[in-house]
């Protein structure tokens, strides 16, 4: 459970889906209902996973995420990777290595279980290449037209490491900011396998289980100071929640951000950002400028890291947070948050 | 930064240089965003004021036609299908977004025509498509209206708000003792579809400079530079920059659809009231297709917010920061007045992309 807003009224009477889509919608109800009841130290920083701290002397990441993405199957992946890619990234953005998961299944009537199957395949070969099982699950059936085809939960738990310590809170003027690659492919690769999307791209999801590559990070410096999995949002909602969460002011650089031609292309034709459109397989890092090159060479040699690169630094302290965008014309802009989806269910 | 668009930015100091103040007006919301977005008036000189025209359908659609559409979609036979920018409008009520999350059918749709083949399919439900736009999108329109006439597909109707450029920018020049407009950048999409021909009054009967641009950052900055040079030699044109898209006749497969379906008429445009001949409303062959004419909805005059200065901003009057409601109580995603309520409106933009002046 992510996100961050001001406390507002919760003034809506019904739930909308940008309740949903991580941004300033979301905030309203994670602050305004959900902490009302639920509120504690750990929940409250509403980080990608829940940091236990003296479980038996030793440091505990928890995390829990539910997929609901339309279509289950879409180019590059389906909600079986998804669901285990998520949780596994949740879970090594707060620098954890992944322990073992749940599985929740809800599933409509009628599905066929061909795909069901395919699924579960695809989730099992994740599992398997990053080490980690479904230690515990369950199954539930609703009648048919009681929900769209499957929804899946899972949730895990890592350990980690006692000389680790990431979050936002180390985030520090000078860090440089990395990402592993190009962004916005997940969120366009599902809505291009809309029925009613009518043309076609060849955008494939960038989903994938980021634990290795962290795990080499992490190993390769004790100077990396935060991580984000860049998922609902996309790259600028977690920038600003970062910003606001580190009280700094942040510079990233149009011509430094990785995206792809027909990423941008399809962009411009639909009237996206794709500053704003989800991930699935990117990691943001925060690291001291000391150990950049460090990183960098570590992340490269990982499968999930050949085009890592520096996309901007952390210029300053500030108490409300700001993040800058410097445009190839040698211009600049504040980010803002989103204010409605741009692109629902998209995971 | 890139070298030629470096030239480009020297190149326009220099030959602002000299001038006296010049306002250029964009009558298109894509246009708009892209000033925005690229963070332009950061590189401009002092003396060229770049000021944002009703150019983005949504914002000048009358709370009337918002209202009339909710209580078509507060009808369960009913299938609304629009376009994602329509949803979250205020009427005077409610929107079709918080009509959608209590029940009604209201589908978002990339294509008119998936709306025409929802109609086909379900012949037992009342499909309405929210026909909105410029002279973009009506020749799409068109094409359906067309299409339902000749399959007497007589579930399918449009409510239409369809709207046409030029009327509006005569409109302005005939307010230009208050906002003073020096040049028009015209708005390339529309004008792959008219072509430039009917902006020709501009130049002709206004002497103002006009340039069609395109949507990069280095198209709107070389169309600038085509006014400057106009201006400079006090030669004014209707210029195309956009010329790999945009031709002289437009399109004419396009404009002959519009013509066969469509006929001129009056329309309000929110914020600003009533233009002349700045409408399209259906032929009375097509009539029928016309969810306002079968359904019996109304026009009802809704007037706009207090203190809300949307009207001024349409006309190039006042700039949103000098509206008293601009990022108080009218913000994206509670927005008051029509250039806040979609992503292409003026206040939309400026708060998006310029609220904090760096």
């Known amino acids: 459970m992510t996100s961050s807003a001001k406390n507002n009224n919760f003034s809506d009477k019904n739930i909308l889906l940008s309740h949903g889509d991580g941004g300033i919608k979301t905030g309203e109800l994670i602050n305004n209902l959900i902490i009302k009841y639920f509120g504690n130290k750990i929940l409250n920083r509403l980080e990608d996973s829940a940091i236990i701290n003296d479980f038996h002397n030793e440091k505990i990441a928890y995390t829990t995420d539910s997929f609901v993405v339309k279509p289950v199957f879409f180019p590059g992946g389906n909600i079986g990777k998804l669901c285990i890619c998520g949780t596994i990234n949740d879970l090594a953005a707060a620098g954890a290595t992944p322990m073992a998961l749940s599985m929740g299944l809800i599933i409509e009537e009628g599905f066929e279980v061909k795909y069901l199957e395919k699924i579960l395949e695809s989730a099992g070969e994740v599992l398997k290449e990053t080490k980690t099982a479904i230690i515990t699950g369950d199954t539930k059936v609703v009648e048919k037209n009681g929900m769209d085809k499957i929804f899946i939960n899972t949730s895990g738990i890592g350990y980690i490491r006692r000389n680790t310590d990431i979050t936002p809170l180390n985030i520090k003027p000078g860090d440089k900011i990395i990402i592993n690659g190009s962004i916005a492919e997940h969120g366009l690769a599902v809505l291009s396998s809309r029925p009613e999307f009518n043309f076609k791209t060849n955008i494939i999801s960038d989903c994938a289980p980021l634990s290795s590559l962290v795990n080499e990070m992490i190993g390769s410096s004790d100077k990396v100071h935060a991580l984000r999995d860049a998922t609902r949002g996309g790259i600028a909602t977690i920038l600003i929640e970062m910003s606001e969460k580190s009280k700094t002011r942040i510079a990233i650089y149009e011509d430094r951000i990785p995206v792809k031609k027909e990423v941008r292309t399809l962009c411009e034709f639909l009237g996206l950002d794709p500053l704003y459109i989800a991930n699935e397989g990117k990691m943001v890092a925060f690291v001291d400028p000391a150990d950049t090159n460090k990183v960098l060479d570590a992340m490269k040699k990982n499968k999930y890291g050949k085009d890592s690169c520096i996309i901007g630094e952390v210029t300053e302290n500030s108490t409300e947070g700001a993040v800058f965008y410097n445009t190839k014309i040698g211009t600049k802009r504040i980010l803002d948050k989103l204010y409605s989806e741009q692109l629902p269910r998209i995971c | ?358």
Not at chain 2, 76 to 92: A, E, V
Not at chain 2, 199 to 206: C, H, N, Q
Not at chain 2, 283 to 294: G, L, P
Request: proline content about 6%.
């Open chain 2, 1 to 358: 930064m890139q070298n030629n668009i470096i030239a480009l930015i020297e190149e326009i100091k220099r030959t602002a240089n000299g001038l006296s103040q010049i306002n250029i007006m964009e009558v298109c919301g894509t246009h708009t965003m892209a000033i925005g977005k690229n963070g332009l008036r950061q590189v401009l000189p002092q003396n060229i004021n770049l000021i944002s025209g009703p150019g983005c359908p949504v914002c000048v659609t009358s709370i009337s036609d918002i209202d009339n559409i909710i209580e078509l979609a507060e009808n369960p036979c009913n299938y609304i299908f629009s376009f994602g920018d329509m949803l979250k409008i205020p009427g005077s009520k409610s929107s079709l977004y918080k009509k959608r999350s209590e029940g009604a059918n209201i589908k978002v749709c990339y294509s008119p025509a998936d709306a025409f083949d929802f109609a086909v399919k379900n012949p037992q439900k009342k499909i309405i498509f929210i026909a909105i736009g410029f002279e973009t999108t009506a020749p799409l329109t068109a094409a359906l209206i067309e299409k339902a006439y000749e399959t007497k597909t007589n579930n399918f109707f449009i409510y239409n708000t369809h709207k046409i450029v030029p009327p509006a920018i005569e409109f302005l020049l005939n307010s230009s003792n208050k906002n003073n407009i020096s040049a028009f950048l015209c708005p390339g999409h529309v004008c792959a579809v008219t072509g430039s021909r009917p902006f020709d009054f501009i130049s002709k009967i206004y002497g103002k400079p006009a340039v069609i641009s395109g949507f990069s950052a280095e198209d709107i900055l070389k169309s600038i530079l085509m006014i400057l040079k106009q201006i400079k030699n006090n030669k004014p044109e209707v210029e195309i920059q956009y010329d790999w898209v945009v031709k002289e006749n437009g399109n004419p497969i396009a404009i002959q659809y519009m013509d066969n379906i469509f006929d001129i008429n009056d329309a309000i445009w929110r914020g600003i009231g009533n233009i002349k001949k700045s409408g399209l409303v259906l032929k009375n062959k097509f009539r029928n297709f016309d969810a306002k004419v079968s359904f019996a909805l109304k026009d009802v005059l809704v007037p706009e917010p207090r203190l809300c200065s949307c009207g001024e901003i349409l006309l190039g009057v006042k700039k949103p920061f000098e509206c008293r409601l601009f990022g108080k109580s009218c913000k994206p995603d509670n927005p008051v007045g029509p250039c806040m309520v979609s992503s292409e409106g003026t206040c939309s933009a400026y708060f998006k992309y310029e609220k904090y002046k760096t």
